[in-house]
T-cell receptor, first 112, second 114 residues
């Protein structure tokens, strides 16, 4: 079964400190990987996906196939980054459909 | 463009009843997926529809069903409600079904089963 593991339920950092949210996925072909974010009282929204290799709001994520990891990083945390972050994987690229398998999420709290 | 809309936003039902939730995708989007979010199980995939056909189904009992209409709007139905069905039900739409397609989520319908 496809699995996505986010080992930390809560991550607390100070403003200006580096942030790393961990994500590991079960190996199965070449999955599409995503980070979704949910700010307080807002809907779940896409932050970034590995295939586009974009940096959104200063966040980046590198796919490490050897470690089957897709950790989310930001060099300097901002107060507005406080939110719930979900790592998700899609089916293998050659398959059909867009079912997402989500991790359990990490609550990021940026303290002043 | 208007985002994904879901109705109703809140719902209270009793055990044994059935419920129908509605989702209107972003205009032009033809793929709709449903997810259940609970504190214990997190976000779990229910099913996915494209062109009125169910393409994928998650590991949920047959009490959970859905459909998609020709205008891409989708409904999901839960029959014989159980206490454990209390959850936030999220709908997501994308232009096409595909692993690389961005899915846009609605605000969800919060269902409470008493």
């Amino acid at each position: 079964a496809q699995r996505v593991t986010q080992p930390e339920k809560l991550l607390s950092v100070f403003k200006g400190a580096p942030v790393e949210l961990k994500c590991n996925y079960s190996y199965s072909g070449s999955p599409e990987l995503f980070w979704y974010v949910q700010y307080s009282r807002q809907r779940l929204q896409l932050l970034l996906r590995h295939i586009s290799r974009e940096s959104i709001k200063g966040f980046t994520a590198d796919l490490n196939k050897g470690e089957t990891s897709f950790h989310l990083k930001k060099p300097f945390a901002q107060e507005e980054d406080s939110a719930m972050y979900y790592c998700a994987r899609g089916p293998v690229l050659t398959g059909g459909g867009n079912k997402l398998t989500f991790g359990t999420g990490t609550q990021l709290k940026v303290e002043l | 463009k208007a985002g994904v809309t879901q109705t109703p936003r809140y719902l209270i039902k009793t055990r044994g009843q059935q419920v129908t939730l509605s989702c209107s995708p972003i205009s032009g989007h033809r793929s709709v997926s449903w997810y259940q979010q609970t504190p214990g199980q997190g976000l779990q995939f229910l099913f996915e529809y494209f062109s009125e056909t169910q393409r994928n189904k998650g590991n949920f009992p047959g009490r959970f069903s859905g459909r998609q209409f020709s205008n891409s709007r989708s409904e999901m139905n839960v029959s014989t409600l159980e206490l454990g069905d209390s959850a936030l039900y999220l709908c997501a739409s994308s232009s096409l079904p595909g692993a690389g397609e961005t899915q846009y989520f609605g605000p969800g319908t919060r269902l409470l089963v008493l």
